[in-house]
């Protein structure tokens, strides 16, 4: 079946750190994989995707690369803020809008 | 342009009552899904409609339902409530799906129900 594992927080960083949140997945064929953020009180907003194997995607600093050999998605930015702070959920698309959501980690930024 | 705007923002049912959550999508959005997200399961899809029609399901019990009227606006029903049905729910439109490269999914700010 489809499903998404991902890394378990809280995540506690200072301001400027270096930040990983690992993100596999198991599914049939080549899903498109996504990361989403949940800031306090909102609902999902979209972060980056990608849609084939080696596919880079990349928005405010974060980066994401479509590993197929290691069916990994792992969310990086080299120095967050701490405006970065909220939960960050990763995601592959089955159908048409059937999203397969991890667990979240959430991610608190301090200054 | 306007977001997805989902109503109530906040609901208190009693167990055994049932419950409507609106959606109004983006205009000119036909897709519209519906997902659960709650502390012990996180995100779950329930259904997607597209032009009025069911179009994918998620595996909840038949006691979750929906509708999608022309202006592509969707409600979706929860009868009989459980005390596990306390959740936020979001919704999500987009133009048809969010196949392809070019396409997403904007989520409303979700309901928050809670059964008592």
């Known amino acids: 079946g489809n499903s998404v594992t991902q890394m378990e927080g809280p995540v506690t960083l200072s301001e400027e750190a270096f930040l990983t949140i690992n993100c596999t997945y198991t599914a049939t064929g080549y899903p498109s994989l996504f990361w989403y953020v949940q800031y306090p009180g909102e609902g999902l907003q979209l972060l980056l995707k990608a849609t084939k194997a080696d596919d880079k995607g990349s928005n405010k600093g974060f980066e994401a690369t479509y590993r197929k050999e290691t069916t990994s998605f792992h969310l990086e930015k080299g120095s967050v803020q701490v405006s970065d702070s909220a939960v960050y959920f990763c995601?592959?698309?089955?159908?048409?809008?059937?999203?397969?959501f991890g667990t979240g980690t959430r991610l608190t930024v301090i200054p | 342009k306007a977001g997805v705007t989902q109503t109530p923002r906040y609901l208190i049912k009693t167990r055994g009552q049932q419950v409507t959550l609106s959606c109004s999508p983006i205009s000119g959005h036909r897709s519209v899904s519906w997902y659960q997200q709650t502390p012990g399961q996180g995100l779950q899809f329930l259904f997607e409609y597209f032009s009025e029609t069911q179009r994918n399901k998620g595996n909840f019990p038949g006691r979750f339902s929906g509708r999608q009227f022309s202006n592509s606006r969707s409600e979706m029903n929860v009868s009989t409530l459980e005390l596990g049905d306390s959740a936020l729910y979001l919704c999500?439109?987009?133009?048809?799906?969010?196949?392809?490269?070019?396409?997403?999914?904007?989520f409303g700010q979700g309901t928050r129900l809670t059964v008592v």
């Open positions: 995601a592959l698309l089955k159908g048409a809008n059937n999203l397969f």
């Open positions: 999500a439109s987009s133009l048809d799906g969010i196949r392809g490269n070019k396409a997403e999914a904007f």
